[in-house]
């Protein structure tokens, strides 16, 4: 592959118009990537607002800064927040929108209207979430169980309810655009063994979002009705049972962990590969892992009902089927190991990223092994060892696979460099932090501090309090990307095509990238990571 | 129990040292693997370095024999686990045959709790050292979640049906229960405390206070003032079955299925007597929907049991006695 | 802008199909995306319905009483016309799918108003169902009435049947809306042999919605009707 | 573009047979077969659905592709009924004696305990007078 394009046009996608309108109306996936960016991170700065008032809250057992139907809000809004609008879209609306194609050697995905139709389904559904907060709230948590969520709260469940719903569409939307730009929309040469491992994981996404987005939708929905209209679907009192709104649910809201967890590992495929100048290790084991983790994963949902009244026999097809889905996982982080054995590893700041999610990730994934046990997890279900789980999988790996990747292709978006002591710096921030503020917890999860607590017995307050200490550390962690990042946008040095030196078609052409992305039609005769084949150039 | 920093939870009952040996054989092996992982990694970090960004790693693409070995060993670790998991969940979830009966209703936000003998409570639960207790419970209005630390054991409540947790306390003392199933405003004052006593001093503690009488007593009442009694006659000679022996038994339905006479099933023939209707009876019976509260319920439950218990050992020794059916018991 | 206005292609020397999207290398590229994307979007319909199918299926085998008599309460000569008349609209669907590929625009707009006729037609008989419904209380919620020791399980199935054949006609009424813009391309002789991928893309989301009807069509009118007959 | 053209008779023969099937299943409704109404009655639904997809949807002419994801939508159907169902289907399944484990109703007709089929007595119900 090229290192560099021969001439750098003064055109790219940023500057070639320049009105609201041309951003507004645009069907260019790089500018949706960046929409989907800004949107995105209001939605985090929301969840992340609760988040602080959540810890702040827990920093004394008595439940004296907010009041019981607030903090229930609090939590609930956080919960929505961060699942439907952060960790479901991140990395693959945002980074995903930006590279694939890019890195399929494209000049847009397949439907570059349906793309901007998902993102404006996307603030839509946020508009519904954020006007269900400013009427009040709602105090269902995330996971909306009925009988509480259609006749217990008087929240707006109704509001967020139809928010979810709608964010709904954008998920679906952008797994089948995703899917047929894949399918469809590769450079000559480029063949399936040939593709970015991160392709492979946008794709096992794909296939998960459209397969399982549907039956959360009409799941919500369901509740919507029974709650607005009375139909009775999980009614009790009918004969209803709710059991089955739990089935249904996560059903999607399982597999959903591997919206938001398989990109991430694509991006860390990515970087590994990039800044250790090397193969990734068994790319073939990792490309179908990918695969494997994303049709396992929907095998697995009722692990987040064992003490909900399923069967003991369906509780442990199960269990072993989830033990099952861990195996993939493990071989991806083997992979990765391996692949820094005899590497050249050039320490820049989207590896430290890459580090700190390796070490989150493991523990996380590990810690899965306890919560599919059966016999632990009766002790720790509903707990905050549970909590303490799922944050390590879905912050500490997805949101540090999100800012590994950020990092990585921000060049390549923006044309800039940003500083990278910095960015080594809030990598640690952030793994400190956050091991700070979410290890305590698997302690105070087998103590038996149940999860969604306002209030809690006094013994716990010390780890409870360790935890909103590390809380602060992991917010500054948070804070300075933004910071640099958006100094960076404006200010920084000129990155070039290709400051890293890595192979891959989003490379070859300037940064940032033309309009249409190539002068003209890449061709492909070699694998991803020919690194060790080639002689390396200085751009 | 309140003094210093508690990082383990007291190990309160027979099942929760086979818990936590299971947790720590867990903690075990998780550690192993995230130590050879970061050790591997940080170690790789420092000794391949290039600060220059201009050399080449070395041209490995992978291995087929180091593949299949890391995906077989975890697996097999990963099934050892599953199969030690399964068998601690069975000891958790299948009670003796012989227990202390409780029975409670969550509603939001409190427990309430009676004994058989009489005794009732509220958000605090008093129970024998040393002996089997099970609580057998529901909720009168949305999920919730009783739940024991000390004791390892949790479960939902549901509206409609009755769930249950059982445990052998093993230490005296008052201990934390919890509603761990998010239920509204006050889910985290849904708490309680559990009073683990010596068997004589509960003795004593079950006969204070104005008993009105144990429940299945109670049941007997309301099976009475229902006029329960008027269809349902012990001879079987009624319009609708006798009950005696029935707890515990299977009934063979209408529709040609056989199901077990659980606590589900008797909740489900007073509430919606036409839905499961026993093979070979006309769908005579009104429903009680509405005449009857949740603790009425679980009486009229109790008492259909203590139908059962009369019979074992009578007249019949065919007839299923509830504590039979060996081959369902627990294995050890 | 050099760069820019090369790519789009409006200068290239060769014939170019004004439907040609300029992201795409060939017109049999484009098709065949848009084929597939409509596939996925099938997939995510049949979840879709998925979900609610689950609880019919569960609350089925778990009252059966209940369904039978619930579907009793539905007209199996209304279901039965609207079934051959839904049949019938896939039909003229795939013939005007047929008519558009062999150049016969005619054809092609006769086949789409028959084959929208026949959807309004499933539609106001639906209408007639639903407005019955509503005369005689069977519409689940606070105000449902019906006599029977399985009322509240009747809910269930007619608070199923509402959402099952509900959700049914809103795709109907959007497939009215796909058709009538298809038929307004067709008019305007916007289909060849070369491209008629809009009327084919109609056509399978149509033919989707026939498949649910011909599953809903046993699963609510027809529950063990034989108890009830003779 | 390059689609196959069936000819009309292949549309009017597979309407033929939809009307036909569509007789069938309303008659076999109203012929008591037991357990058996409901798997037939999906039986030619299913067959229906069948046809509609390879002659009008031209799945039979369409690519591998196309058929993969036609089957996977189907597959991925029969995971969500069916792993759900293992819950429902053996729900109570060891209920002991003493000691329901609030997995509650038990459904369908082979859900007995097999332990239980040995002891069972003889259901001491004898039919109202």
């Known amino acids: 592959m090229i290192t560099a394009t ?72 956080h919960g929505v927040a961060m699942v439907f609008f952060v960790l479901i879209p991140a990395v693959p609306a945002i980074l995903g929108n930006f590279v694939l194609p890019l890195m399929l050697g494209a000049k847009d995905v397949a439907f570059p209207k349906l793309n901007l139709l998902s993102w404006y389904v996307f603030v839509l559904g946020l508009t519904f979430t954020v006007g269900a907060m400013i009427y009040g ?67 096992s996404t794909a296939l998960v979002m459209v397969l399982g987005t549907p039956v959360v939708a009409i799941t919500v929905a369901m509740v919507a009705v029974e709650r607005a209209f009375g139909l009775g679907f999980f009614d009790p009192r009918l004969g209803g049972d709710p059991v089955l709104f739990q089935h249904l649910f996560w059903f999607y809201s399982h597999p959903a962990v591997y919206i938001m967890i398989l990109p991430p590992m694509g991006v860390i495929s990515e970087v590994i590969a990039c800044f250790s100048r090397k193969n990734v290790f068994g790319y073939s084991f990792v490309a ?77 994934g590990l810690t899965g092994l306890f919560t599919a046990s059966l016999g632990i997890d009766i002790h ?19 949101i540090m696979g999100y800012f590994a990747g950020l990092h990585y292709w921000w060049p390549k978006m923006t044309g800039r460099m940003y500083h990278d002591g910095l960015a080594k710096l809030s990598a640690l921030l952030v793994f400190v932090g956050f091991n700070m503020t979410f290890f305590p917890q698997f302690i105070l999860g087998y103590l038996g501090m149940p999860r969604r607590y306002h209030m809690y017995p006094p013994e716990f307050q010390v780890l409870n309090l360790a935890s909103t200490a590390g809380a602060t550390v992991l917010g500054i962690g948070y804070l300075l990307p933004m910071l640099y990042l958006t100094y960076s946008f404006f200010k920084g040095q000129k990155a070039g095509a290709n400051p890293w030196l890595a192979t891959g078609l989003e490379w070859t052409t300037q940064s940032p990238p033309l309009p249409h992305n190539f002068i003209e039609q890449p061709i492909v005769t070699e694998g991803a990571y020919e690194y060790s084949k080639r002689e390396i150039k200085v751009a | 129990m309140l003094s210093g920093i508690p990082l383990f939870p007291v190990q309160g009952s027979t099942l929760a040292p086979e818990v936590d040996a299971l947790y720590f054989f867990i903690v075990a092996v998780t550690s192993f693997f995230a130590v050879l992982v970061s050790v591997l990694v940080i170690y790789f970090g420092f000794k391949y370095r290039d600060d220059t ?99 390892r054991t949790k479960a939902d409540a549901i509206p409609g049906r009755y769930s249950s947790i059982w445990f052998t306390p093993t230490k005296t003392g008052e201990f934390h229960l919890f509603c761990a199933e998010y239920c509204g405003t006050k889910h985290s004052g849904m708490i309680g405390s559990v009073f683990v006593m010596e068997p004589d001093e509960y003795q004593a503690w079950l006969s204070s206070g104005g008993l009105t009488g144990s429940m299945s007593a109670r049941g007997e009442q309301l099976f009475q003032q229902l006029a329960c009694n008027t269809c349902h006659l012990n001879d079987g000679t009624g319009r609708g079955p006798s009950l005696v022996g029935v707890f515990g038994s299977p009934v063979k339905l209408s529709t040609g299925q056989t199901i077990t006479a659980d606590e589900t099933y008797v909740r489900e023939s007073i509430l919606t007597p036409q839905l ?12 009680f929907q509405g005449l009857i509260n949740e603790e009425g319920l679980l009486s009229l439950i109790e008492y259909v049991k203590s139908l059962g218990e009369s019979r074992t050992g009578g007249q019949q020794a065919s007839t299923a006695a509830p504590a039979a059916a060996p081959a369902t018991a627990p294995a050890k | 802008m050099a760069a820019h206005a090369d790519s789009h292609g409006h200068g290239h020397v060769h014939a170019h199909h004004p439907a040609h999207q300029h992201h795409f290398e060939t017109m049999e590229q484009q098709s065949e995306a848009a084929t597939l994307g409509m596939w996925l979007f099938l997939v995510t319909e049949v979840m879709f319905f998925g979900g609610l199918l689950m609880a019919y299926l569960l609350y089925r085998v778990w009252y059966p009483h209940a369904w039978s008599e619930g579907s009793l309460e539905l007209d199996i000569v209304l279901g039965g016309v609207n079934t051959v008349v839904l049949i019938g609209s896939s039909l003229t669907m795939a013939l005007a799918v047929r008519a558009a590929q062999t150049d016969q625009r005619r054809a092609t707009i006769v086949f789409l108003i028959l084959t929208m006729a026949l959807g309004l037609t499933f539609l106001v008989i639906k209408f007639f169902e639903y407005k019955h419904k509503f005369d005689t209380g069977h519409v689940p919620g606070p105000n449902f009435h019906f006599e029977g020791p399985d009322a509240p399980q009747v809910e269930i199935f007619l608070s199923l049947y509402f959402a099952l054949t509900g959700l049914h006609a809103l795709h109907m009424l959007i497939g009215f809306g796909i058709m009538s813009v298809i038929l307004w391309m067709a008019i305007k002789n916007r289909f060849s042999h070369e491209w008629y991928t809009p009327v084919e893309l109609a056509g399978l989301y149509w033919h989707f919605v026939d498949i649910v009807w011909i599953f809903l069509f046993p699963l609510l009118y027809l529950v063990d009707r034989s108890h009830h007959f003779a | 573009m390059s689609g196959h053209v069936s000819p009309k008779s292949t549309y009017y023969a597979i309407f033929g047979a939809l009307m036909v099937l569509t007789g069938v299943t309303v008659a076999a409704a109203f012929v008591n077969l037991g357990t058996f109404n409901f798997p037939v009655a999906i039986s030619i639904a299913i067959t229906k659905a069948t046809l509609v997809i390879l002659f009008f949807m031209h799945v039979k002419y369409s690519s591998r592709l196309t058929k993969m994801v036609v089957a996977m939508s189907f597959f991925f159907l029969a995971i969500m009924f069916g792993l759900t169902l293992t819950d429902y289907m053996s729900r109570g399944w060891y209920t002991s004696p003493r000691g329901s484990t609030g997995a509650g109703t038990q459904v369908g007709v082979s859900a007995n305990p097999p332990a239980r089929t040995e002891t069972a007595p003889a259901a001491v119900q004898e039919p109202a007078p």
């Open chain 1, 288 to 364: 179908f892992s990918s695969l494997a983790i994303a049709v396992f994963g929907f095998l697995v949902w009722a692990h987040h009902l064992f003490v909900a009244g399923i069967s003991a026999y369906s509780a442990m097809v199960f269990s072993f089927l989830t033990f099952a889905v861990a195996i993939p996982s493990a071989v991806k982080t083997f992979n990765w190991t391996a692949t820094l054995y005899r590497a050249a590893i050039w320490w820049k700041a989207p590896m430290a990223w890459v580090y700190g999610f390796m070490g989150l990730f493991l523990v996380g």
């Open chain 2, 276 to 287: 499961k209707l026993v093979n070979g009876y006309q769908p005579l019976m009104p429903t």
């Open chain 1, 380 to 398: 720790i279900h509903d707990t905050y060892f549970v909590v303490a789980h799922f944050h390590y999988i879905m912050v500490g790996g997805a």
């Open chain 1, 137 to 203: 709230g709602v105090d269902t948590g995330w996971t909306f169980y009925p009988p509480y969520s259609t006749e217990g709260s008087n929240s707006n469940v109704l509001l967020a309810g139809i928010g979810v719903f709608i964010t709904g569409f954008s998920s679906i939307l952008t797994g089948l655009n995703f899917m047929v730009t894949i399918h469809r929309m590769r450079a000559p040469g480029l063949t399936w063994f040939r593709l970015p491992l991160f392709v492979w994981a946008v794709y």
């Open chain 2, 53 to 151: 960004g201009l050399k080449v790693g070395a041209p490995i693409t992978g291995s087929i024999p180091l593949e299949i070995g890391w995906s077989l060993v975890p697996f097999f670790i990963a099934m050892g686990i599953f199969v030690w998991a399964s068998v601690v969940f069975f000891h958790s979830v299948r009670p003796p045959d012989q227990t202390v009966e409780i029975y409670a209703t969550g509603k939001r936000w409190m427990w309430r709790f009676q004994h058989v003998d009489g005794q009732r409570e509220i958000n605090q639960l008093h129970v024998p050292i040393g002996r089997p207790v099970k609580v057998t419970f529901t909720s009168e209005d949305v999920l919730h979640d009783l739940y024991i630390p000390v004791f």
């Open chain 1, 6 to 77: 021969a001439t750098e046009s003064p055109v790219n996608y940023l500057n070639h118009q320049s009105t609201v309108a041309s951003w507004l109306l645009t069907k260019d996936h790089k500018r949706i990537g960046l929409m989907y960016m800004v949107s995105v991170t209001i939605a985090f700065i929301i969840g992340a607002f609760f988040a602080a008032l959540i810890r702040a809250e827990l920093a004394t057992p008595q439940g004296d800064l907010l009041s019981a139907d607030v903090y229930n809000r609090v939590f609930t809004m």
